[in-house]
Structures are given as structure tokens and as C-alpha cells.
T-cell receptor
């Protein structure tokens, strides 16, 4: 079962550093969304990409950026890490149609700890 | 944007009892309402969803109801089992029928006691 995959699983960084998180969507899915989940809260939307273009952005600072590659995989980059960036970063894969809302399927996440 | 409120934040039931979790949303244009189950340390998993053209949807012991007039939807779990213990999240699309962004509730920690 080739579900959504993310790497790395865990990551420890120090304040001010930069981090890159990676996601591969379900085969055939062309849309990737990124969410941040702080402990005890629901996921919060960061970005959505489709066909290598940003289709939506949540309320996150410019330190957060992302991109999507021709094979539909995606990277999330966070610069100048802050302690408050510590969270589970989830990637969600979705087919894309304009006719109806599409289910989003989450990957296992990357647990980022900023010290 | 969409605002999703979820209640209760914690729910404890005895095995075999029913559990109900309720959510309200603010954007009347929203047309898709998924529910996710997240076990400790794992990914959120889609367990059921409902679209605005139906009022109720059932899948074995799980059902979701939708009241568009009142702008609320609920998750019903019958004959609860210990493996139902998890955090449950409701969600709704932001910006009405937006095809990408989900706004999540804060979650309900369900504990099923054997």
C-alpha cells in the first residue's frame, strides 16, 4: 500500500537553523498540502500545491516556504527556526478535481524539535 | 475564513456505550465535512466524511449527521470498543467550497473504558 510518505521521521534542530522536510504523495495524486500540528491542537494549514504552483497559503510567516516537483513530491522549508516551530509537520495528499471537494490523506508526519 | 468549534474536548465512555462529538462551522458555503481519528503518535486518518447534499451517512458503527441550517455536524460511534480510544478531529473547508484548505477543530480525546 503506497500511501503518503514523509522524511525524515524525526528531526532535532537548534534555533536559527534551517530545515527541509520532504513528502511523496499517493501515486496518482497531484495535490500536496502541508499542515503544522502543535501538541494538543488540530492541524493548521500552511500551504497547498498543485502542478508545481502554490494554490493556497495559511497564516504563517515568510520563513516558511515550499515547492512541488514534476513528480508531485514536495518540500517544506523553514528558515531561522524558532522554539515555537516545534511541532508535527504533516503532508496531505489529494487528487485534484474542480468538480467536488477532494479527500485529503495524511502522511505519518515529521516530528520537528527546536532546541 | 472558516471557524470550526468542536465539543467536548474530552469524552469518557464505557465499552459498548455510544459516543457523540459535535462540531459547528461558520461558513454557510462549506460543503464537505470530514472526520479524522488520530491515535497517539500516529497520523490523522480519515474515518468518514459527508457532503452537503446528504443529511446522514453511516459506515458500520460510525455515522455522521449534518444540519446545514444550524451549521453543525456530529460524529456518532455506537457500541464503542477500547480501540476506538483516540483523538477525533472534525474539519471543514476554509473559504466555503475551497478545494484545498481544511480548518480543523481542536479535537476530542475519546477514552473507552473496558
Amino acid at each position: 500500500d503506497a500511501g503518503v510518505t514523509q522524511s525524515p521521521t524525526h528531526l532535532i534542530k537548534t534555533r536559527g537553523q534551517h530545515v527541509t522536510l520532504r513528502c511523496s504523495p499517493i501515486s496518482g495524486h497531484k495535490s500536496v498540502s502541508w499542515y503544522q500540528q502543535v501538541l494538543g491542537q488540530g492541524p493548521q494549514f500552511i500551504f497547498q500545491y498543485y502542478e508545481k504552483e502554490e494554490r493556497g497559503r495559511g497564516n504563517f510567516p515568510d520563513r516558511f516556504s515550499a515547492r512541488q516537483f514534476p513528480n508531485y513530491s514536495s518540500e517544506l522549508n523553514v528558515n531561522a527556526l524558532l522554539l515555537g516551530d516545534s511541532a508535527l509537520y504533516l503532508c496531505a495528499s489529494s487528487p485534484w478535481t474542480t468538480m467536488t471537494y477532494n479527500e485529503q490523506f495524511f502522511g505519518p508526519g515529521t516530528r520537528l524539535t527546536v532546541l | 475564513g472558516e471557524n470550526v468549534e468542536q465539543h467536548p474536548s474530552t469524552l469518557s465512555v464505557q465499552e459498548g456505550d455510544s459516543a457523540v462529538i459535535k462540531c459547528t462551522y461558520s461558513d454557510s458555503a462549506s460543503n464537505y465535512f470530514p472526520w479524522y481519528k488520530q491515535e497517539l503518535g500516529k497520523r490523522p486518518q480519515l474515518i468518514i466524511d459527508i457532503r452537503s447534499n446528504v443529511g446522514e451517512k453511516k459506515d458500520q458503527r460510525i455515522a455522521v449527521t449534518l444540519n446545514k441550517t444550524a451549521k453543525h455536524f456530529s460524529l456518532h460511534i455506537t457500541e464503542t470498543q477500547p480501540e476506538d480510544s483516540a483523538v477525533y478531529f472534525c474539519a471543514a473547508p476554509a473559504s466555503g467550497g475551497s478545494n484545498y484548505k481544511l480548518t480543523f477543530g481542536k479535537g476530542t480525546l475519546l477514552t473507552v473504558n473496558p
